[in-house]
């Protein structure tokens, strides 16, 4: 009690503005003097940022409260699927996550030879060959960050594995460059399209959403033409009429952000395959609702996460303008990321030191270059103040 009279014993010849003043200026002191805690920020995952939409989170939820004690319908799914990508109901599969219908479709195909992988790429694809009974064969990526299908062909190889859009680098094969693989690869290797991020690209051959201003290193997009990279509708069929042995992979996880629903979709003209490759019990009722409400009213949304991931790329593009910093031009949220005065592992590093969390090249056998994921205005921001508070190599 004594204590508590001392403190207010010292106001007690004070003024009522003179207190209040007093009072504020102990709290800036204590505030001045305080440690603050800076939030991370994890730019390492390739997974959306954002929630899904809140009506795919309904529909799923409304699937799950009646379908608990029941096994899901698949046929709504892939009638749905077939319809987006304009092949039979027979061509198209749904899976637990496009990494799986990947993992099942190598399997299946049983190859023991060597397959060429356009690299770097999607981080297990090396592994899921080498699981798969095959020998990965690193084929480098062309100039612009895409994949070459020049060098693909000239690896003669039992297959051909590429990402398009390319992760990480978010550059991709235009729709005519892939047809004009799949017609000149030999008739018995089999060509797989890892398309995670096509909804990423640009639709309909539409380059209005194309970053304007993009850091590019070697390459130049422009020449590349307009063409979008394999994706929804005709290019799925076109690649489909081209070529016999042939599998596209989706993925419900990057533009619809519902990694956690573990949905994917396989499209391809071996019947047999497709169905070795869906899971026996089918995908889950939430998560099947969740797709269905993503291929029926789900494009305004992706529509928006396109838009975003393109303006951040050209924000982050403007805002290391003038430094030794480069990058490719492409389409998504992933960015590959090289210094010409650091190392990955240093950039990583400097990053990390500042709870900016990125995933250094090493980890696809590349010490230059750094992997990281656009959020929003505010994540590309203090990346852009981070980076450029990295001293210069004397």
């Known amino acids: 009690m004594r204590r508590f009279l001392d403190y207010y014993r010292q106001f007690e010849e004070l003024t009522p503005e003179e207190i209040s003043r007093e009072l504020l200026e102990r709290r800036d002191a204590e505030r001045a003097n305080a440690v603050v805690e800076v939030p991370a920020l994890d730019l390492a995952t390739a997974a959306w940022h954002e929630p899904p939409d809140a009506e795919a989170v309904n529909a799923a939820t409304y699937a799950l409260r009646r379908s608990v004690n029941a096994y899901a319908d698949p046929e709504p799914l892939l009638n749905a699927l077939a319809e987006r990508y304009g092949v039979q109901r027979s061509h198209v599969a749904a899976g637990h996550g496009a990494g799986e219908l990947l993992a099942g479709a190598l399997r299946a195909m049983r190859i023991d030879g060597p397959v060429a992988i356009a690299w770097p790429g999607w981080g297990a694809l090396p592994r899921l060959v080498h699981e798969a009974g095959g020998a990965p064969v690193p084929v480098p990526l062309g100039a612009d960050g895409a994949a070459d299908p020049e060098a693909l062909l000239a690896a003669g190889s039992r297959a051909v594995v590429l990402c398009s859009p390319n992760d990480p680098t978010g550059a991709a094969v235009p729709a005519p460059a892939l047809l004009d693989l799949a017609e000149r690869l030999d008739e018995t290797a089999w060509l797989v399209v890892d398309a995670a991020l096509a909804d990423f ?189 990295l001293p210069a190599v004397d």
């Open 201 to 389: 690209a640009p639709p309909d051959g539409d380059d209005r959403e194309r970053s304007a201003d993009p850091l590019v290193g070697d390459g130049d997009d422009r020449e590349r033409g307009a063409d979008p990279p394999v994706g929804d509708g005709a290019p799925v069929a076109r690649l489909l009429a081209a070529r016999e042995r042939v599998v596209v992979v989706r993925s419900f996880s990057k533009a619809h952000a519902m990694a956690g629903f573990r949905a994917g979709a396989a499209i391809g003209n071996d019947e047999p395959l497709l169905r070795a490759i869906a899971p026996v019990g089918g995908v889950s009722a939430p998560a099947q609702a969740a797709m269905l409400w993503a291929l029926a009213s789900g494009d305004p949304v992706v529509a928006r996460r396109r838009a975003l991931a393109a303006r951040e790329r050209e924000r982050l593009a403007g805002g290391l303008r003038g430094t030794p910093y480069t990058f490719a031009a492409g389409h998504g949220h992933l960015v590959w990321l090289r210094s010409a005065e650091h190392d990955g592992r240093a950039v990583a590093a400097h990053l990390a030191a500042r709870r900016i969390y990125v995933t250094p090249g090493a980890a696809w056998g590349d010490e230059q270059h750094v992997r990281l994921a656009l959020r929003g205005p505010a994540a590309t921001d203090r990346l852009v103040t981070a980076l450029r508070e």
